[in-house]
């Protein structure tokens, strides 16, 4: 008891001789960078609202000048691999921004339906939020849910453990059912990808690193795997990724590949169990028996139609035989 009425009266201290006196310069010092910090995005916003509107006025123009341009500069087959490229590039990032602009849309106005049901405090502003940081690849829903909740616990303790159950269920529809029917496999990348691209863009370029590292990284990867799948061509081995996961080595001599055996993609997979394995045994001794049989009745009906052929052959040199006897007797 004593030690908190000790931190109490340091507190209060504290509070009298250091923060009232200099409350209104704290106060200034907040409000002016907000103000500034406001301004400055304000503007930002509106010149880049304005910058992009003539860019997209001007956007034909813009590409045939760049075209233009990198036929002058490079020879034929290296422009076309860097227009080609650009294509690519281009296909990538208009397909994941537009896809996730209208995914965080959706999932905003399902927020937003939901938090009325529910008659949840601030519920446009929640809304926003979710909407707003769902752009996020990964991270996003976390960030839009840690102030959603401070927001909500404020006004309603009960109802803010209701908004975190709540947006736990919206991310997790969002997860396996919305984002992959709208985006699809847009980028390529599997999930250990978009995660090490978030983070290393958050990293190193914050918000907007976390935004579009994952697109930026879609398009390294992909230049990556089709540089290496062009070097495989031609050395006219194995190109394809998923070849590589059942790959044990390649042959030095013949520059073959060698496959790893069943039981070791048992063992490296885990995929059979040991009925599963009885099972496929099973089955490929039946299609090997098969095989045989269909093999054996097909060697019986080739010696059938051979004996046939030497039959109507054997009638035929006997009828052309016995023509020519009459003919001798004529």
């Given at each position: 008891?004593?030690?908190?009425?000790?931190?109490?009266?340091?507190?209060?201290?504290?509070?009298?001789?250091?923060?009232?006196?200099?409350?209104?310069?704290?106060?200034?010092?907040?409000s002016?960078?907000?103000?500034?910090?406001?301004?400055?995005?304000?503007?930002?916003?509106?010149?880049?609202?304005?910058a992009?509107?003539?860019?997209?006025a001007?956007?034909?123009?813009?590409?045939?000048?760049?075209?233009?341009?990198v036929?002058?500069?490079?020879k034929?087959?290296n422009?076309?691999?860097?227009?080609?490229?650009?294509?690519?590039?281009?296909?990538?990032?208009?397909?994941?921004?537009?896809?996730?602009?209208?995914?965080?849309?959706?999932?905003?106005?399902?927020?937003?339906?939901?938090?009325?049901?529910?008659?949840?405090?601030?519920?446009?502003?929640?809304?926003?939020?979710?909407?707003?940081?769902?752009?996020?690849?990964?991270?996003?829903?976390?960030?839009?849910?840690?102030?959603?909740?401070?927001?909500?616990?404020?006004?309603?303790?009960?109802?803010?453990?209701?908004?975190?159950?709540?947006?736990?269920?919206?991310?997790?529809?969002?997860?396996?059912?919305?984002g992959?029917?709208?985006l699809?496999?847009?980028?390529?990348?599997?999930?250990?990808?978009?995660?090490?691209?978030?983070?290393?863009?958050?990293?190193?370029?914050?918000?907007?690193?976390?935004?579009?590292?994952?697109p930026?990284?879609?398009?390294?990867?992909?230049?990556?795997?089709?540089?290496?799948?062009?070097?495989?061509?031609?050395?006219?081995?194995?190109?394809v990724?998923?070849?590589?996961?059942?790959?044990?080595?390649?042959?030095?001599?013949?520059?073959?590949?060698i496959?790893?055996?069943?039981?070791?993609?048992?063992?490296?997979?885990?995929?059979?169990?040991?009925?599963?394995?009885?099972?496929?045994k099973?089955?490929?001794?039946?299609?090997?028996?098969?095989?045989?049989?269909?093999?054996?009745?097909?060697?019986?009906?080739?010696?059938?139609?051979?004996?046939?052929?030497?039959?109507a052959?054997?009638?035929?040199?006997?009828?052309?035989?016995?023509?020519?006897?009459?003919?001798?007797q004529?």
């Amino acid at each position: 008891m004593n030690v908190v009425n000790t931190v109490y009266d340091r507190l209060q201290k504290w509070v009298n001789t250091d923060v009232v006196p200099n409350l209104d310069k704290i106060v200034l010092n907040i409000s002016s960078g907000v103000v500034v910090g406001g301004l400055k995005f304000i503007y930002n916003f509106l010149i880049g609202i304005v910058a992009s509107i003539y860019v997209m006025a001007n956007k034909e123009y813009l590409a045939s000048r760049g075209k233009k341009i990198v036929y002058a500069l490079f020879k034929l087959k290296n422009a076309n691999i860097i227009l080609d490229g650009l294509a690519s590039v281009n296909k990538i990032f208009s397909q994941f921004i537009n896809g996730k602009i209208v995914d965080s849309i959706i999932i905003g106005i399902i927020t937003f339906i939901l938090t009325t049901i529910v008659d949840m405090p601030y519920a446009l502003l929640i809304s926003v939020i979710i909407g707003v940081t769902n752009v996020i690849p990964f991270f996003g829903p976390i960030i839009g849910a840690i102030p959603c909740v401070f927001i909500v616990l404020i006004a309603d303790p009960i109802k803010s453990i209701i908004l975190l159950i709540m947006i736990l269920c919206i991310q997790q529809f969002d997860g396996n059912i919305l984002g992959p029917k709208i985006l699809g496999d847009v980028t390529g990348l599997s999930s250990f990808w978009v995660l090490t691209a978030v983070i290393v863009g958050g990293g190193i370029f914050g918000f907007y690193g976390m935004l579009l590292g994952v697109p930026v990284f879609a398009c390294i990867y992909m230049y990556i795997n089709k540089t290496c799948t062009d070097k495989l061509e031609k050395k006219h081995m194995v190109s394809v990724s998923s070849e590589f996961e059942r790959i044990k080595r390649i042959d030095e001599e013949t520059g073959k590949p060698i496959y790893l055996t069943e039981e070791e993609e048992d063992i490296r997979f885990h995929k059979k169990t040991p009925e599963e394995k009885a099972a496929a045994k099973a089955e490929r001794e039946a299609k090997r028996h098969a095989k045989k049989l269909y093999q054996q009745i097909e060697k019986v009906m080739h010696a059938e139609k051979a004996d046939d052929q030497l039959v109507a052959t054997k009638h035929e040199a006997e009828k052309q035989s016995s023509d020519d006897d009459k003919d001798d007797q004529m």
